[in-house]
């Protein structure tokens, strides 16, 4: 563990061009988190003491993620370069050790920033950057070594066919002082192949002037940067996939783990079995020795043991009771309670309803705004009337052991008693009392050889 006191520095000004996309780059999500969101976290459980997030493209969209994180932004006006964004985190306002980073390295963990700290602390640099070998090493800058030691970074783009060669690339992590940076950013000019401000200039700046400068050879992740959308798929799969090993290693059966999809906060019981198509996102919980079939979407939910949620069924907000069946198809929308022993079935969708233990809702069947009881039985078809012509919302309470028949209607505001028998294809608009029988449809009409053309 260091103790050593920092502070970072993140740029996410830029456009982002390559990824083609309307939305800022650092806003793309990585197995469901946005760029920026992860690597503002991630240096806060290393412990940073101050977070300062460089905006620019898409400002007013990028706050939103940044400031309830408790980082502060700074706003470069013209995306004009790396060491332009620097500038604008007003380093001067800053003291001792400082990280300087980039916002599209989404797959940086604390403990790598725990590491590079320690390095930089033990090798006494003024200045380190992060290195890392690389088969490929793409539109990297390259660290250009001169016997041994640290020169400079050459941009992929100004780089000779020669210097493309070179497997070591900067990862885009610095480490120095305020002090360093205050110092050094102004003498940064602009003449290279993009007309940019390299903060990655910094290197054969300081070196020239004696400062301690050298690399730190990094974990490959710390490398892997997003700048299209093939890379964003990747690092996605790179997250599901340590999530997936993390289940297996804890007892979950996992069909297909290359095509099983979890997000990182989700949390699931061993011996539960997990079909392929599954995706299951945010803090969702499920218990032991349930059954997620094919293609089952569960969100923020929480599923207790022994459940069975099958196939193509889409779970939001919602929390189902240890033994419970649910789907194929079922739809089960945020704020409803399902109790145990309790059966969904095929194309039953619930809103904001308490639905009690050991009741079923078998088939084809609407509720929404509901207060369901124990060991009710919602037959085929059934719909709650829940919204009204004044646009507001009304509640149905149905009592325990009370069966309904199919097709019916529940007109709200409603209250059904409990053991009541609802004869089928009824429209109830008036309360029923307890154990009573009610009946609301027309008569059957028939008359005798009525179709005399036949
Ligand atoms: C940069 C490095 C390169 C390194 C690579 C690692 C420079 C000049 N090059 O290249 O050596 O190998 O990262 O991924 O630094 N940004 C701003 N303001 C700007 C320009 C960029 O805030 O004016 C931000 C971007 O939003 C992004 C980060 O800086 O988060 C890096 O910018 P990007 O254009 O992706 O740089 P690379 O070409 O990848
Ligand atoms: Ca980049």
Redesign the pocket.
């Known amino acids: 563990m260091s103790d050593v006191e920092f502070s970072v520095i993140?740029?996410?000004?830029?456009?982002?061009t390559r990824m083609k996309s309307p939305l800022p780059?650092?806003l793309h999500p990585v197995a469901g988190v946005p760029m920026i969101y992860r690597t503002i976290e991630t240096v806060k459980k290393a412990g940073a003491v101050e977070v300062r997030v460089?905006v620019?493209?898409g400002e007013n969209l990028v706050r939103q993620v940044v400031d309830p994180l408790g980082a502060v932004c700074f706003k470069?006006k013209?995306?004009?370069?790396?060491?332009?964004?620097v500038q604008?985190a007003q380093p001067d306002s800053l003291t001792g050790t400082t990280l300087v980073l980039?916002?599209?390295?989404p797959l940086l963990k604390v403990e790598d920033i725990k590491t590079i700290i320690q390095e930089h602390t033990k090798k006494n640099n003024d200045l380190s950057v992060v290195s890392s070998e690389l088969e490929d090493g793409k539109?990297?800058?390259r660290i250009v070594r001169h016997h041994g030691e640290l020169r400079a970074?050459v941009?992929?783009k100004d780089a000779s066919h020669e210097t493309l060669k070179i497997k070591e690339?900067?990862?885009?992590v610095f480490i120095t002082d305020a002090e360093l940076l205050s110092e050094y950013l102004p003498m940064i000019d602009c003449h290279n192949a993009?007309g940019?401000?390299?903060?990655?200039?910094i290197v054969s700046l300081c070196q020239e002037k004696g400062q301690k400068v050298d690399a730190i050879i990094g974990h490959p992740r710390i490398?892997f940067?997003v700048?299209n959308q093939k890379e964003l798929a990747m690092a996605t799969k790179q997250v599901f996939k340590q999530k997936v090993d993390q289940l297996l290693e804890q007892g979950v059966i996992i069909i297909d783990p290359d095509a099983t999809y979890i997000e990182e906060d989700v949390v699931v019981g061993e011996g539960t079995i997990l079909y392929p198509g599954v995706y299951l996102k945010e803090k969702t919980k499920i218990g032991n020795y349930c059954i997620i079939e094919p293609n089952a979407f569960i969100q923020n939910s929480e599923i207790g043991d022994s459940v069975e949620i099958k196939a193509g069924s889409y779970l939001n907000k919602c929390k189902i009771g240890s033994k419970t069946k649910v789907g194929p198809y079922a739809h089960i929308r945020p704020e409803s309670i399902v109790g145990e022993e309790a059966k969904i079935g095929n194309f039953v969708e619930l809103k904001k309803v308490t639905f009690g233990n050991k009741s079923k809702a078998g088939h084809l069947t609407y509720l929404g705004d509901a207060i369901v009881g124990e060991d009710v039985n919602i037959g085929c078809g059934t719909i709650t009337c829940n919204y009204a012509p004044d646009k507001k919302k009304y509640v149905t309470k149905i009592g325990d052991g009370s069966f309904i028949g199919s097709d019916t209607q529940f007109v709200a505001p409603i209250e059904i008693g409990k053991n009541t028998i609802i004869g089928s294809g009824s429209t109830l608009t008036k309360d029923v009392p307890d154990n009573a029988l009610a009946v609301a449809r027309g008569k059957q009409f028939i008359k005798k050889n009525y179709n005399s053309k036949k």
Request: proline fraction near 0%; charged fraction near 15%.
């Open positions: 993140i740029l996410a000004a830029g456009k982002g780059k650092v460089i620019g493209f470069q013209v995306q004009n370069g790396t060491a332009k964004a604008a980039n916002g599209d390295h539109s990297f800058g970074i941009e992929a690339v900067n990862t885009g993009q940019e401000y390299y903060f990655t200039d490398a940067g700048n």
